[in-house]
């Protein structure tokens, strides 16, 4: 049921008997609406408010997006002329045990963390070998590469290795191939990125970097 509780101070709730939610104004929240929860055998915890110049604050608990593709809307501020989206959908973080395309990992050095928001995909980690790889290729990425289309997809990834052996090249990028979950390992030499890099027995990969997922 719906009680008055008490006019002065605007303040209602719904009781069910093993709980009750409250909406209260005035009082010590002038000019702005709180609302609070009782559990049942609990004491009343204001949850949010929402002050009188609009502003909204969660005291406890998270804003939770309950439908998939659904998130943050900045629609109303000003925005570039090759805007997309301006819709935040999208966050996690987590870890990964990395698979190589040719050769096994060690299983203590094989986990790498990622933290998505929108569909910008941040890698950091290392990786040990456990004998050799002929290309080392991780295969297993948390998402997959977005194509190229426009610019999107092509990534800024920085590798760095110790007691491996490879030629030919200047330094090492990752290259995430669009279209797959696949980060390769590559040399570059004269401004090119055709070299396979070839891994040894217990040697160490260091990757961060951001790559583009769709």
């Known amino acids: 049921s719906i009680i008055d509780d008490d006019d002065s101070k605007m303040q209602f709730y719904v009781n069910s008997g093993t709980g009750s939610i409250w909406a209260t ?15 049942s055998g609990g004491s009343t915890t204001s949850r949010m408010q929402i002050s009188a110049s609009g502003d909204v604050t969660l005291n406890t608990g998270s804003l939770v997006i309950g439908t998939a593709g659904e998130g943050i809307d900045f629609s109303a501020n000003s925005h570039a002329a090759g805007m997309t989206s301006e819709l ?47 290309n080392v290729t991780i ?33 090492l990028i990752g290259y995430a191939v669009p279209g797959s979950t696949n980060l390769e390992v590559r040399g570059v030499r004269n401004g090119n990125t055709a070299i396979t890099i070839t891994g040894g027995n217990n040697g160490y990969f260091m990757i961060g970097g951001t790559y583009w997922t769709s």
């Open 25 to 39: 104004g005035g009082g010590g929240t002038n000019g702005s609406l709180d609302f609070a929860t009782t559990p």
């Open 139 to 171: 295969t297993n990425l948390p998402f997959s590469v977005a194509s190229h289309s426009e610019g999107e997809g092509y990534v800024a990834i920085s590798v760095y290795s110790y007691n491996n052996s490879y030629t030919s090249c200047d330094y």
């Open 88 to 134: 935040l959908d999208s966050y996690e973080e987590g870890t990964w045990d990395v698979a190589l395309a040719n050769g096994g990992v060690h299983g203590y050095y094989n986990k790498m963390s990622y933290t998505r928001i929108g569909r910008a995909v941040h890698l950091s980690g290392q990786f040990r070998l456990n004998g050799d790889s002929t």
